[in-house]
């Protein structure tokens, strides 16, 4: 049991580490190529920009997303980790956060998905690629999912 959490948070380490050092690549080809690249083997990518919970910095992570009933969904599942994202803290902390979509930039409000209707938006990525079911396994946490909403006016 002790080997098997050790391994689990080796794995996780090493997924973090391959995150910070893919994410600003990602963040770059994204801004490069208008989006058209990214998400072409599943799932649309978007950018995602927070402001920094502990620090005030912006942050942008590159995220799949589904449209949903005029909404954008995120989930936190940070690969079936055993905490949420840092992008997720950033969202509760600081709700106005700018999403860049196809060559778009807006700015949109968070909020989490209330949890009577978190599982039924979780399934839809689920549906969209199987590797949330994985997620969703790994990890003893409910996976939050993030909406996202256009800004009044």
């Known amino acids: 049991m002790v080997g098997d959490r050790q391994g689990e948070a ?3 380490r ?13 963040t770059f080809v994204f801004r490069l190529t208008g989006g058209r ?3 072409k083997f599943g799932l649309p990518v978007l950018l995602l920009t927070t402001t920094g919970a502990r620090t005030g910095r912006q942050q942008t ?7 949903h009933e005029g909404t954008l969904l995120l989930p936190a599942s940070l690969w079936g980790g055993p905490r949420n994202p840092a992008w997720y803290h ?3 902390a600081n709700p106005e956060v700018v999403v860049e979509t196809r060559g778009m930039r807006r700015t949109m409000r968070a ?3 209330p949890e009577e209707d978190r599982q039924r938006l979780y399934d839809l990525f689920k549906a969209g690629s199987g590797h949330y079911a994985g997620h ?8 939050p999912v993030v909406i996202l909403r256009e800004l009044d006016g």
């Open 37 to 39: 690249l990214m998400g």
């Open 61 to 67: 992570s590159p995220l799949l997303y589904i449209e």
């Open 10 to 12: 080796m794995m996780f």
């Open 14 to 26: 090493l997924q973090m580490f391959f995150l910070k050092l893919f994410a600003p690549f990602h």
């Open 90 to 92: 950033n969202c509760i």
């Open 111 to 113: 909020e989490i998905a």
């Open 136 to 143: 969703e396994a790994r990890t003893t946490r409910k996976i």
